[in-house]
């Protein structure tokens, strides 16, 4: 039987999204020659910042009609830097997120954002006395609604009683279906332990019914060991126990800020992926790596691209290819041992060198 095709839609979009998703896309062109046991056939979308300025969207008529039909979607960073002054961006953030990012995430109701973090051998975390293995976790963040929904509005612009309401949304539905998919999860690794991080002492409504969804829930694991954080002292177990910590369920604000101290805690925000998942599969699911768009570094051949390697191998576990995607992350795990990594992890090599440095590992190893 020939090898199974998946069709990729591939949106680098801004910043270093370009150089990191480029980078992502050899990677896995080598491991699919090299393997043969699938191929991926990718289809490249413009959709950035450069198409907003000049057309006023991010995404043209039909175009998630279009990206409905794709198996996943290899995503870059949205986040225009500004041209006079670097840190005020062309567009504003929340138009570009909301413009692009979550205008595909909401639709294809990709509910269940996965961000794993660990310390790659090679590599070294922060925190002194953490060390391989000790820091090995899975963020499970939800995407749906919560802080993020989209709720509230402005009122007496400009006024001195100009009023804004950021509105909070948490329901029953959604956080079951999270906190579901999170059991599931903490059940599949070796050490079955689910966090669940709310703030139900000051926020004594939506985030007390995170808590009792989250009991009720972990009735149907009785095989996962489970507990609870309020989120500031969370922080502090992140840095002072990292080790205890193993799969976390946390609310879409709360995951966010903790996903990205995870990041570095593990040693550098150009290591780690985001998955956005639709865990039904109705829709297709959207891979990226956890960094931004990362203004400064754009276009000196310095972004780390192992964020979006890690990337490649979530989707293509995502897509049944486990092996492959088991060992897409060795080979990268291997190079960063024999320090060909980038300047964010303290090492001096480019780039393309981190890549190619990849691309020569699979084909040796396999
Ligand atoms: P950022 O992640 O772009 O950069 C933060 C710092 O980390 C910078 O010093 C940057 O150079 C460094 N960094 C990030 N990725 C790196 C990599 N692969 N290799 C080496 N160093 C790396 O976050 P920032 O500066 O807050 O945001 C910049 C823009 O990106 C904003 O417009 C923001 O809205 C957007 N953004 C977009 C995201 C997305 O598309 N999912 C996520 C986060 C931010
Ligand atoms: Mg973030």
């Known amino acids: 039987t020939p090898p199974k095709t998946y069709k990729i839609a591939s949106i680098p979009a801004d910043g270093i999204g370009p150089e990191v998703i480029q980078a992502g896309?050899?990677?896995?062109?080598t491991l699919s020659k090299t393997l043969k046991t699938f191929q991926l056939d990718?289809?490249?979308f413009d959709w950035n910042s450069e198409r907003y300025k000049s057309t006023g969207s991010y995404i043209p008529e039909g175009g998630l009609e279009e990206l409905r039909k794709f198996d996943a979607i290899l995503f870059g960073a949205v986040g225009a830097p500004g041209k006079l002054m670097q840190w005020v961006p062309d567009v504003p953030d929340h138009i570009s997120l909301w413009g692009l990012r979550l205008a595909i995430c909401q639709p294809f109701q990709?509910?269940?954002?996965?961000?794993?973090?660990?310390?790659?051998?090679?590599?070294?975390?922060?925190?002194?006395?953490?060390n391989v293995g000790d820091l090995d976790w899975v963020i499970?963040?939800?995407?749906s609604e919560g802080e993020y929904a989209g709720q509230g509005g402005r009122s007496h612009r400009g006024r001195p009683w100009e009023i804004a309401t950021e509105v909070s949304i948490f329901t029953r539905h959604s956080v079951e279906r999270l906190m579901r998919f999170a059991f599931e999860t903490a059940q599949s690794r070796p050490r079955k332990t689910l966090t669940c991080v709310t703030k139900s002492n000051a926020q004594r409504h939506g985030m007390v019914l995170w808590d009792e969804i989250a009991s009720e829930i972990s009735k149907e694991f009785p095989d996962v060991k489970f507990d609870k954080m309020l989120v500031d002292a969370m922080t502090a177990r992140m840095v002072l126990n990292p080790a205890s910590l193993d799969t976390v369920v946390a609310?879409?604000?709360h995951a966010d800020i903790l996903s990205d101290l995870a990041a570095a805690l593990?040693?550098?925000i150009g290591i780690a992926p985001t998955s956005n998942l639709d865990p039904t599969r109705e829709y297709p699911s959207m891979f990226e790596p956890i960094h931004g768009s990362a203004f400064d570094i754009v276009g000196k051949g310095v972004a780390n691209p192992v964020a979006t390697f890690w990337t490649a191998a979530e989707m293509l576990a995502w897509l049944g290819e486990q092996d492959a995607s088991a060992k897409l992350l060795e080979a990268v795990e291997n190079v960063c041992e024999r320090g060909t990594i980038t300047r964010d992890l303290g090492?001096?090599?480019?780039?393309?060198?981190?890549?190619?440095?990849?691309q020569e590992e699979i084909v040796k190893m396999l």
Do not use: D, M, W
């Open 110 to 130: 990709q509910y269940a954002n996965v961000r794993p973090t660990k310390v790659f051998r090679g590599t070294q975390s922060p925190l002194r006395n953490c």
């Open 140 to 143: 499970i963040r939800e995407n």
């Open 25 to 29: 896309i050899e990677v896995l062109q």
């Open 251 to 253: 609310t879409n604000l």
């Open 266 to 268: 593990a040693g550098s």
């Open 42 to 44: 990718f289809t490249h």
């Open 347 to 358: 090492g001096k090599s480019s780039t393309k060198e981190v890549t190619t440095a990849v």
